[in-house]
């Protein structure tokens, strides 16, 4: 009944949806970014004298070999040197890929010394961390004082980001708010493990070496800071009841934000009750009407992540696990049908504020990295950049890096100079470039409503409709991920006029049906810059349109 009064009445139901040409899937400024990750210890070493190679004494940081390596593998618990500079001397290498964001992991002071508690740390294990160090910057000790493997003379926190906007690149920060380092279970008391200093250098919280129900936050001020509870791993677990905790947060990251981070990529959002996430959200917020922030809850359930997106829990978009788990199986292996990836599109009713808004990916730093093949990698890459959703790959994965890895088996393995410099040659690099390049420069591709007409086999084809304001563009999307080049054939919802070959600009006249040859493992996509007047492609989006988000929230 929903459906055949959203078709029938759409005049009376919404007046200006449809009848002004007014279709979108969001309007939200940041999906026009498309976000390379960077964990940045990992990338490049750019000023070597900031290794602090001699940091860390009996329990030393720098470059430790993770135990039990098959031969010729490799992995690594300490720090390898990647800083601010490294990524700054590549910018132009990252916005020439067609990105418009550098996603950087956590900037904030970390442990001095490889961690003596916990588990030791084994090849391709989980959640050890004996003998590791906070190279990857989530062990946060001050989050008011940046970490000083980072910043070069000159370049700080503030003057990074000025030098990467320099460079038409904006900061994503990786935010922390749960835990800091990790902080019981040590054979002897390490000086700064399980403490937390404010932004004058005074102590304000201290685990003491103790289990977390050992702890007595009412009887000593310097456990106040923590749950009783304990959380992950022997992580200081942060109390989101106390409100010195938020008090403490917002204030760091309000700092980092004046000096340039464009928006937070926030950690571990789960471990942590959507009124507290409300909170810090009408604080940063409050300051920085709109800022943008997206969550990370390693689960693989839409309806369970999506609670994360409603206003009322603080309006925080998610990286997108659901369509993860799909992109994996429809591009690591040949015979993926792209109809998987129309399951947890949820274009229509779906659980989330705004589908369009959600982080798109297929591997990160937490999991093994995708293990698929050259043209695999190609065609994901064809399929984010073209569909819903703000894309984001994680660095190497334009030449395949360490395909297949996961943490503690390579998955943050030092990436370098030498491999940048070689990766304008691989065929994954150039796909890429062709494909985010062109993104960058289309709305609809950014930010328009997606209306499917086939997702099956080795073959999808969809548009992408943004109508909106003084703004019009429709692009038409096929995909071809088949080892042979295939024609396409669309004749469903498609406009009649004079449309336009996305890449090279030349004339596509329509009348009735477009054809079109696409390569094997290719992307071709067509422009209309007109508006929609077909029938019941109108009635289409209009339908679209109301259906794209939940009506209560």
Known sequence: MRTLLATLLPGLLFPVVGQAGDFYGTTEPFAREAVYFVLTDRFVNGDPSNDHRDQGGAHRSFDLPTPGAPAGESDNVGYLGGDFQGIVDNAGYIRDLGFTSVW???????????????????????????????????????????????????LDFAGFTRAMKGRQLDVVLDIVANHGSPSYSMP???????????????????????????LDPKGNPLHAFYNTGGGLAQLSDFDQDNPA????????????????????????????????????????????????????????????????????????????????????????????????????????????????????FYDNHDMARMNAPDAGFIDAHNWLFTARGIPVIYYGSETGFMRGRAEHAGNRNYFGQARIDAAKTHPIHAGLKRIATLRRDSIALQRGLQLNVSLKGDEAAFYRIYDHGSQ???????????????????????????????????????????????????????????????????????????????KAD
Do not use: C
């Open 472 to 550: 019009r563009q429709t692009a038409l999307v096929l995909l071809n991920k088949a080892d042979r080049p295939t024609t396409m054939r669309v004749g469903e919802y498609l406009q009649e006029g004079e449309w336009r070959d996305a890449f090279d600009g030349t004339p596509v006249p329509v009348d009735g049906e477009l054809h079109a040859d696409v390569p094997a493992h290719g992307v071709r996509v067509f422009f209309f810059d007109d508006a929609i007047t077909r029938a019941d492609t109108l009635a289409r989006l209009r339908d679209l349109m109301l259906r794209k988000a939940p």
């Open 188 to 214: 002897t008391r390490q000086a700064q493990y399980g403490r937390l200093w404010d932004r004058d250098g005074r102590l304000v919280a201290d685990h003491q070496n103790l289990r977390p129900e050992r």
């Open 245 to 360: 905790v938020l008090d403490y947060l917002v204030g760091a990251y309000e700092q980092w934000i004046d000096q340039g981070a464009a928006a937070f990529r926030v950690d571990t959002i789960a471990w942590m009750p959507h009124d507290f996430w409300k909170r810090f959200a009408d604080r940063i917020r409050a300051r920085r009407p709109g800022f943008f922030m997206f969550g990370e809850n390693f689960n693989y359930d839409a309806a369970s992540i999506a609670g994360h997106t409603w206003r009322r829990n603080g309006g925080y978009s998610v990286l997108d696990f659901p369509l993860k788990a799909k992109l994996v199986e429809v591009f690591e292996k040949p015979g993926g049908d792209f109809a998987e990836l129309g399951k947890a599109l949820y274009l229509e009713d779906g659980p989330y504020a705004n589908p369009y808004e959600l982080m798109t």
């Open 104 to 154: 950087v992991t956590p900037i904030v002071d970390n442990p001095d010394e490889a961690f003596t508690g916990g588990d030791p740390v084994t090849w391709n294990g989980a959640f050890t961390d004996r003998g590791k160090t906070g190279y990857h910057g989530y062990w946060g000790i001050n989050f008011y004082r940046l970490d000083e493997h980072l910043p070069s003379p000159g």
